[in-house]
Protein backbone atom coordinates (compact mmCIF):
# COMPACT_ATOMS: atom_id res chain seq x y z
CA UNK A 1 0.00 0.00 0.00
CA UNK A 2 1.29 3.69 -0.75
CA UNK A 3 2.56 4.98 2.47
CA UNK A 4 2.88 8.83 3.35
CA UNK A 5 5.72 9.32 1.12
CA UNK A 6 4.28 7.56 -1.87
CA UNK A 7 0.65 9.19 -1.45
CA UNK A 8 2.77 12.67 -2.03
CA UNK A 9 4.70 11.88 -4.73
CA UNK A 10 1.71 11.09 -6.40
CA UNK A 11 -0.34 14.25 -5.52
CA UNK A 12 2.31 16.27 -6.49
CA UNK A 13 2.49 14.42 -10.44
CA UNK A 14 -1.17 14.75 -10.43
CA UNK A 15 -1.16 18.68 -9.66
CA UNK A 16 2.31 19.01 -11.85
CA UNK A 17 0.10 17.85 -14.79
CA UNK A 18 -3.38 18.44 -14.52
CA UNK A 19 -3.58 21.74 -12.04
CA UNK A 20 -5.27 24.52 -13.49
CA UNK A 21 -7.06 22.64 -16.38
CA UNK A 22 -10.51 21.84 -16.83
CA UNK A 23 -12.28 18.10 -16.93
CA UNK A 24 -13.70 17.86 -20.14
CA UNK A 25 -14.39 13.74 -19.62
CA UNK A 26 -14.29 11.09 -16.21
CA UNK A 27 -15.92 8.28 -15.76
CA UNK A 28 -15.59 5.09 -13.83
CA UNK A 29 -15.75 1.57 -14.38
CA UNK A 30 -17.78 0.11 -11.64
CA UNK A 31 -20.67 1.50 -8.42
CA UNK A 32 -18.39 0.48 -6.08
CA UNK A 33 -15.40 2.65 -6.96
CA UNK A 34 -17.24 5.61 -5.91
CA UNK A 35 -19.54 7.39 -3.74
CA UNK A 36 -21.80 8.76 -5.98
CA UNK A 37 -24.18 7.05 -9.07
CA UNK A 38 -22.05 6.31 -11.80
CA UNK A 39 -23.64 8.93 -13.94
CA UNK A 40 -23.55 11.66 -11.45
CA UNK A 41 -19.54 10.71 -11.40
CA UNK A 42 -18.77 12.66 -14.63
CA UNK A 43 -21.59 15.49 -14.02
CA UNK A 44 -20.09 16.82 -11.13
CA UNK A 45 -16.33 16.96 -12.38
CA UNK A 46 -16.97 17.81 -16.07
CA UNK A 47 -16.53 21.46 -16.57
CA UNK A 48 -14.63 22.16 -12.93
CA UNK A 49 -10.77 23.45 -12.48
CA UNK A 50 -8.49 21.53 -10.84
CA UNK A 51 -7.00 24.08 -8.63
CA UNK A 52 -4.79 21.86 -6.15
CA UNK A 53 -3.95 18.51 -4.43
CA UNK A 54 -3.31 17.31 -1.44
CA UNK A 55 -2.56 14.59 1.28
CA UNK A 56 -4.41 13.13 4.03
CA UNK A 57 -2.57 10.21 5.87
CA UNK A 58 -2.51 7.46 2.94
CA UNK A 59 -5.51 9.35 1.29
CA UNK A 60 -5.00 11.64 -1.81
CA UNK A 61 -7.00 14.93 -2.25
CA UNK A 62 -8.09 16.52 -5.27
CA UNK A 63 -9.66 20.39 -4.76
CA UNK A 64 -12.09 20.71 -7.83
CA UNK A 65 -13.41 24.02 -5.87
CA UNK A 66 -17.29 22.91 -5.53
CA UNK A 67 -16.31 19.29 -5.20
CA UNK A 68 -13.55 17.42 -3.42
CA UNK A 69 -11.90 13.94 -5.00
CA UNK A 70 -10.83 11.54 -2.08
CA UNK A 71 -8.80 8.70 -3.98
CA UNK A 72 -7.66 5.93 -1.78
CA UNK A 73 -4.93 3.42 -3.60
CA UNK A 74 -5.27 1.42 -0.71
CA UNK A 75 -3.00 -2.16 -2.23
CA UNK A 76 -2.14 -2.19 -5.61
CA UNK A 77 -4.13 0.98 -6.92
CA UNK A 78 -1.86 3.66 -9.14
CA UNK A 79 -2.36 6.94 -10.82
CA UNK A 80 -0.79 6.82 -14.34
CA UNK A 81 -1.02 9.12 -17.23
CA UNK A 82 -2.44 7.71 -20.63
CA UNK A 83 -1.55 9.14 -23.89
CA UNK A 84 -5.13 9.25 -24.89
CA UNK A 85 -8.93 9.06 -23.18
CA UNK A 86 -9.45 5.26 -22.44
CA UNK A 87 -12.87 4.36 -21.18
CA UNK A 88 -12.81 3.17 -17.70
CA UNK A 89 -12.26 -0.65 -17.47
CA UNK A 90 -11.13 -3.51 -14.99
CA UNK A 91 -7.41 -2.05 -14.43
CA UNK A 92 -7.81 1.86 -15.10
CA UNK A 93 -10.58 2.07 -12.91
CA UNK A 94 -11.28 5.33 -12.97
CA UNK A 95 -10.85 7.88 -15.97
CA UNK A 96 -10.58 12.04 -16.34
CA UNK A 97 -9.33 13.61 -18.96
CA UNK A 98 -8.27 17.51 -18.57
CA UNK A 99 -7.73 20.39 -20.82
CA UNK A 100 -4.86 20.58 -22.97
CA UNK A 101 -4.14 16.64 -23.11
CA UNK A 102 -3.88 15.28 -19.77
CA UNK A 103 -5.68 12.21 -19.52
CA UNK A 104 -4.99 10.31 -15.73
CA UNK A 105 -5.96 6.72 -15.26
CA UNK A 106 -6.70 5.94 -11.26
CA UNK A 107 -5.87 2.26 -11.74
CA UNK A 108 -6.59 -0.86 -10.13
CA UNK A 109 -9.13 0.43 -7.48
CA UNK A 110 -10.15 -3.05 -7.01
CA UNK A 111 -9.99 -2.37 -3.27
CA UNK A 112 -9.77 1.41 -3.09
CA UNK A 113 -12.68 4.24 -4.26
CA UNK A 114 -12.08 7.68 -5.76
CA UNK A 115 -15.42 9.41 -3.95
CA UNK A 116 -16.49 12.94 -4.58
CA UNK A 117 -17.84 15.40 -1.70
CA UNK A 118 -19.16 18.70 -0.78
CA UNK A 119 -15.51 21.06 0.44
CA UNK A 120 -15.84 20.86 4.11
CA UNK A 121 -17.69 17.20 4.12
CA UNK A 122 -14.49 15.42 3.01
CA UNK A 123 -14.23 15.64 6.95
CA UNK A 124 -16.81 12.84 7.78
CA UNK A 125 -15.21 10.37 5.78
CA UNK A 126 -14.97 7.37 7.56
CA UNK A 127 -11.08 7.56 7.03
CA UNK A 128 -10.16 11.31 7.65
CA UNK A 129 -12.52 11.51 10.04
CA UNK A 130 -10.32 9.55 12.79
CA UNK A 131 -6.71 10.42 11.74
CA UNK A 132 -4.14 11.22 13.95
CA UNK A 133 -1.70 14.46 13.51
CA UNK A 134 0.23 14.34 10.37
CA UNK A 135 4.26 13.90 10.79
CA UNK A 136 4.75 16.72 9.31
CA UNK A 137 1.83 18.99 11.33
CA UNK A 138 2.60 21.15 14.30
CA UNK A 139 0.59 18.87 16.22
CA UNK A 140 2.93 16.10 15.75
CA UNK A 141 5.06 16.89 18.80
CA UNK A 142 7.81 15.39 21.35
CA UNK A 143 5.21 16.05 23.74
CA UNK A 144 2.21 14.66 21.67
CA UNK A 145 4.21 11.04 21.13
CA UNK A 146 5.14 11.24 25.01
CA UNK A 147 1.30 11.68 25.98
CA UNK A 148 0.45 8.91 22.91
CA UNK A 149 2.76 6.62 24.04
CA UNK A 150 1.57 6.52 27.48
CA UNK A 151 -0.26 2.97 26.08
CA UNK A 152 0.82 -0.78 27.06
CA UNK A 153 0.21 -1.47 23.12
CA UNK A 154 3.55 -2.71 21.60
CA UNK A 155 5.47 0.39 19.74
CA UNK A 156 5.21 -0.75 16.30
CA UNK A 157 1.19 -1.63 16.66
CA UNK A 158 1.11 2.12 18.14
CA UNK A 159 2.99 3.72 14.97
CA UNK A 160 1.14 2.11 12.24
CA UNK A 161 -2.29 3.34 14.27
CA UNK A 162 -3.46 6.15 11.56
CA UNK A 163 -5.64 7.30 14.54
CA UNK A 164 -1.90 8.08 16.30
CA UNK A 165 -0.04 9.05 13.53
CA UNK A 166 -1.61 9.30 9.82
CA UNK A 167 0.61 7.51 7.12
CA UNK A 168 3.06 5.67 8.57
CA UNK A 169 2.88 1.88 7.28
CA UNK A 170 5.20 -1.15 7.70
CA UNK A 171 8.00 -0.25 5.64
CA UNK A 172 8.59 3.14 7.46
CA UNK A 173 7.54 1.97 10.76
CA UNK A 174 10.31 -0.35 10.66
CA UNK A 175 13.06 1.77 9.53
CA UNK A 176 12.13 4.54 11.75
CA UNK A 177 12.32 1.91 14.73
CA UNK A 178 15.50 0.80 13.72
CA UNK A 179 16.60 4.55 12.74
CA UNK A 180 15.93 5.43 16.40
CA UNK A 181 17.17 2.06 18.09
CA UNK A 182 13.64 0.74 19.44
CA UNK A 183 12.56 -3.12 19.21
CA UNK A 184 9.00 -3.01 17.23
CA UNK A 185 7.97 -5.78 20.30
CA UNK A 186 8.71 -3.18 23.12
CA UNK A 187 5.27 -1.32 25.07
CA UNK A 188 5.52 1.76 24.01
CA UNK A 189 5.22 2.56 27.79
CA UNK A 190 8.55 1.44 28.36
CA UNK A 191 10.44 3.94 26.07
CA UNK A 192 12.78 6.66 27.45
CA UNK A 193 12.30 10.47 26.46
CA UNK A 194 15.17 9.97 24.74
CA UNK A 195 13.77 6.91 22.65
CA UNK A 196 10.74 9.12 22.21
CA UNK A 197 12.54 12.03 20.91
CA UNK A 198 14.65 9.50 18.73
CA UNK A 199 11.65 7.68 16.88
CA UNK A 200 9.86 11.69 16.63
CA UNK A 201 13.09 12.69 14.87
CA UNK A 202 13.29 9.84 13.22
CA UNK A 203 9.79 9.64 11.74
CA UNK A 204 10.50 12.98 9.87
CA UNK A 205 13.68 12.13 8.42
CA UNK A 206 13.19 9.35 6.90
CA UNK A 207 9.65 10.47 5.56
CA UNK A 208 11.32 13.74 4.48
CA UNK A 209 14.22 11.56 2.48
CA UNK A 210 11.74 8.74 0.97
CA UNK A 211 9.62 11.67 -0.13
CA UNK A 212 12.92 13.44 -1.88
CA UNK A 213 13.79 10.07 -3.64
CA UNK A 214 9.96 9.60 -4.55
CA UNK A 215 9.28 6.67 -2.59
CA UNK A 216 9.79 2.95 -2.22
CA UNK A 217 8.84 0.18 -4.86
CA UNK A 218 8.65 -3.12 -4.10
CA UNK A 219 5.80 -4.87 -6.44
CA UNK A 220 2.88 -2.09 -7.72
CA UNK A 221 4.06 1.40 -6.84
CA UNK A 222 4.71 4.01 -9.60
CA UNK A 223 4.41 7.55 -9.74
CA UNK A 224 2.70 9.18 -12.09
CA UNK A 225 4.90 9.06 -14.99
CA UNK A 226 5.20 5.49 -14.35
CA UNK A 227 8.89 5.75 -12.92
CA UNK A 228 9.46 3.88 -9.85
CA UNK A 229 11.02 5.28 -5.94
CA UNK A 230 14.27 4.55 -5.33
CA UNK A 231 14.41 4.94 -1.39
CA UNK A 232 14.39 0.85 -1.42
CA UNK A 233 18.00 1.41 -1.99
CA UNK A 234 17.96 2.85 1.25
CA UNK A 235 16.34 0.76 3.34
CA UNK A 236 18.20 -0.63 5.98
CA UNK A 237 16.42 -3.37 7.52
CA UNK A 238 13.34 -3.80 5.59
CA UNK A 239 13.41 -6.63 3.66
CA UNK A 240 16.78 -7.68 4.66
CA UNK A 241 15.89 -10.41 7.18
CA UNK A 242 19.03 -13.03 6.37
CA UNK A 243 21.70 -9.75 5.82
CA UNK A 244 23.92 -8.77 8.22
CA UNK A 245 23.37 -4.97 9.90
CA UNK A 246 24.73 -1.98 8.11
CA UNK A 247 25.64 -0.81 11.77
CA UNK A 248 26.73 -3.78 13.75
CA UNK A 249 26.62 -6.45 11.13
CA UNK A 250 24.83 -8.89 13.46
CA UNK A 251 22.18 -10.53 11.23
CA UNK A 252 18.44 -8.77 11.06
CA UNK A 253 15.90 -10.47 11.31
CA UNK A 254 11.99 -11.35 10.64
CA UNK A 255 9.29 -12.23 12.87
CA UNK A 256 5.29 -11.12 12.77
CA UNK A 257 4.38 -7.94 14.96
CA UNK A 258 0.93 -6.26 14.82
CA UNK A 259 -0.19 -8.90 12.22
CA UNK A 260 2.82 -7.59 9.67
CA UNK A 261 5.36 -8.87 8.87
CA UNK A 262 8.46 -6.85 10.97
CA UNK A 263 12.19 -6.62 10.30
CA UNK A 264 14.85 -5.04 12.95
CA UNK A 265 18.43 -5.88 14.30
CA UNK A 266 18.25 -8.12 17.66
CA UNK A 267 21.88 -6.08 18.72
CA UNK A 268 21.01 -2.26 17.47
CA UNK A 269 17.14 -2.88 18.76
CA UNK A 270 17.48 -5.18 21.74
CA UNK A 271 14.37 -6.24 23.41
Not at 125 to 154: M, Q
Not at 250 to 269: H, N
Request: hydrophobic share 40%; proline share 6%; with cysteine.
Amino acid sequence: MPELPETTVISQDVAALAAGREVLRAAVFRPDVTNVEMEEFPRRLVGRQLFGTGRRGKIIVLDFGDVVGIIHLVISGRVLRLPEWREPDRMNTAVLEFEGGPVLAFTRLWLGYFDLYEPGEEENHPLISRLGPDPFSEDFTVEYLTKAFERKANIKGLLLDQSVIAGLGNIYVDEVLFAAGVHPTRRANTLTAEETQKVHAATRDILRRAIDLRGTTFDSYHDAFGETGKYQHQLQVFTRAGEPCPRCGTTVGKSRVAGRGTYACPTCQPV
